[in-house]
């Protein structure tokens, strides 16, 4: 069964599922984080697996999410902006999960498209995106054709909004020709898809206080956590399962741009880590080399699977290393979690940001004698049928 499975049906006699993208957005928190802390209690119990506390509340229980979307369609000359495949009614513009300010700005793209010269701009756009902070916020406009027409109209339409709202500072047009469903494709068939800045810096900006105050840079390809206001919570806990200590290495497995190993390398001896894009390697090895001078910081641009492990990983350090993987929702692939477990890590800290993959990925730690010491959900995404999840493994002794 599914965690979307455990939660109640509502006064209709309809199960609360994701019909809209926030289906608890209009529940008092307090009493969605009741229904969360249920259904994923009787999860783990039908699933056979240990019991977890209560989850770690968000800070921010509404607008707090840093990446926010809109489809933009445009039929018999009217344009559309909402939330799902098509268009809906105007509440599809708003959301109580996004800054109020997201709104505004999806308002002023819609105002601008409308107008009569903007029309090719209008049908060859896909997505309105924003991203970024509270105050460093960028635009991104991901259209399925590009030409000088198109590149002269949208930046008028994203330089409308700079002027009205000051934290959009930058904004760049996505070509992505295949019109997909994706608003920013993980991979990009060469030739087929690219980025034009039309202006503002290049870089996004996370500022976090833990262990101090530092802001690390990453481009608006790369993924990043859309609720900032949880990961200073999400970050000392870490560190308190992990115990690192100053003789250990750190395996950053799924590293992005590094955040995790970032904060926890002042407590560390070295970090290797692997991730797929190449822009987040960049970008992490650009935050190391300004944060982390005279620590051992590599990390490396690989898909992460059993041979690139073996191939590429340095050799295992046993009761001073330790592993932290937080892969994409649909997890590791075959092979990925055997190997990291034959390596005899100190400890293994495995985040899960889709709940279905607990199960399977920790039965199979079980079953290779490992020890699940905790679970422990965090609200990362609340308004939403999920959680983000910490499992902390304990591998066999050498």
Request: aromatic content about 10%; proline content about 8%.
């Amino acid at each position: 069964m599914r965690f979307t499975d455990f939660f109640p049906v509502s006064a209709s006699g309809r199960r609360i599922v994701s019909a809209s993208a926030e289906p608890l957005a209009e529940f008092p928190y307090a009493d969605e984080l009741k229904l969360k802390n249920s259904a994923f209690r009787s999860f783990l119990e039908k699933n056979g697996l240990p019991a977890a506390g209560p989850a770690v509340p968000s800070p921010l229980p509404r607008r707090y999410r840093t990446t926010g979307k809109r489809r933009i369609s445009c039929k018999k000359g009217c344009v559309f902006l909402h939330m799902g495949r098509f268009p809906g009614n105007e509440k599809s513009v708003y959301s109580e999960l996004e800054p109020e300010e997201y709104s505004r700005i999806y308002e002023i793209i819609h105002h601008q498209l409308s107008m009569p010269r903007s029309r090719a701009a209008a049908e060859a756009a896909n997505y309105c995106i924003v991203r970024g902070g509270e105050n460093d916020r960028t635009l991104i406009l991901n259209v399925r054709a590009l030409s000088g027409d198109i590149i002269r109209t949208m930046r008028s339409a994203a330089e409308a909004v700079a002027r009205q709202i000051p934290s959009v500072r930058s904004a760049f047009l996505y070509v992505d020709e295949t019109g997909s469903d994706y608003y920013l494709e993980a991979e990009r068939p060469a030739g087929k898809m690219g980025w034009k800045k039309l202006f503002g810096p290049e870089k996004l900006s996370l500022h976090l206080d833990v262990p101090e105050p530092r802001k690390y840079l990453y481009p608006p390809t790369v993924f990043s956590q859309i609720n900032e206001s949880i990961l200073p919570a999400f970050a000392e806990k870490l560190a308190e399962k992990l115990q690192p200590k100053s003789t250990d290495t750190l395996l950053d497995l799924y590293c992005g741009y590094g955040l995790w190993s970032l904060l926890l390398a002042p407590q560390l001896g070295s970090v290797w880590g692997a991730e797929l894009s190449p822009e987040a390697i960049r970008a992490a090895r650009a935050n190391a080399a300004f944060h982390c001078k005279g620590k051992t910081m590599k990390y490396e641009t690989g898909m992460i699977d059993a041979q690139y492990l073996r191939r590429s990983a340095p050799a295992p350090r046993y009761e001073n290393e330790l592993i932290l993987l937080d892969p994409p929702r649909h997890g590791t692939l075959p092979g990925v979690q055997e190997l990291l477990i034959s390596r005899r890590p100190r400890r293994i800290a495995h985040v899960f940001c889709g709940v279905d993959e607990i199960p399977a990925a920790l039965k199979l730690y079980s079953g290779n004698g490992c020890t699940v010491d905790e679970i422990i959900p965090f609200d990362f995404f609340p308004g939403t049928l999920n959680l983000e999840v910490l499992a902390v493994i304990t591998p066999p002794k050498r």
